[in-house]
């Protein structure tokens, strides 16, 4: 039996229950955060509740939580998970019940709800495929909205096209990021990311990688990426809490490189896999 929070409550996941009426169902009314927990320690949680108080702030919902008490919840949610198998939380909060009406009353109390979610093991240490497409989002990428329909269909239309694990996205010329995930390129042996100005979310395994990677002589700029510097770069990596940092060896169907792992992507994804956990809080030492 999986165990959620609930506003205020733990009950079994089939026993969770939502009014029709609350914004996040009738207008996606709401923000969200996945933190990836491995062997039973979260990876950055400070930062990721960071990026959820910035989401709420930018939407105007009050944070409806202390710090402490998010804690809380991921404690006791991971006490109860049956295995110490990889998973993640995924958390919601959405402003709460009210009329269908766009205009929002200020009094509202914010739905919150939590879950773990295994995370499935997949190996992508041989590279996958991608596909290029217009970035058809809104312009505040940096808000980890549940409104998600863009990338739904993105990230739909990747998997039909050769599996492709996700869609990169082109704005005006310049690369963003992925359907569900950050993108770096390498040219030569330079590393390159798009900076966090709003197009792009500020991916925490993103930041981490960044950071990591200018500990170490290869460094990282984090940079304006045109379509076309993309198009050629040697290398393209994906990152996220779920999937880490991924190989791209094909993007629409054409070989990326040597249409193999690349050795600076090898060099990140060993510094990353090595170093991950030095910033996780082991089981039990959330709070006290
Ligand atoms: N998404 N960009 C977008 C649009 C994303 O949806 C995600 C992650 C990222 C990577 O962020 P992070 O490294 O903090 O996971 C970048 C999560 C995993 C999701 O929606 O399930």
Redesign the pocket.
Known sequence: MQLVYLNGDYLPLDQARVSVLDRGFTFGDGVYE?IPVFGGSILCPDEHLRRLYNSLSAVAIRNPLKHSEWYGIFERLLDHQPTRNDCSIYIQVTRGVGEREHLYNDTLVPTVFVMCKPIQARDFTSGVSAITHEDIRWKY?HIKAITLLP?VMLKKLAAATDGSLDAILIRQGYLS??????VFIVQGRTVKTPATDGR??A????DLLVRLLQEVPVGCEETPITEQELRQADEIWL????IGVVPVIRLDGIPVGEAKPGCIWQEAFRLYEARKLNFAIPPGRLIG
């Open positions: 996945v990428c990338g990021e992925g359907a569900s995930s950050n792009v979310l991916g925490i395994t993103r990152t996220s809490s779920t």
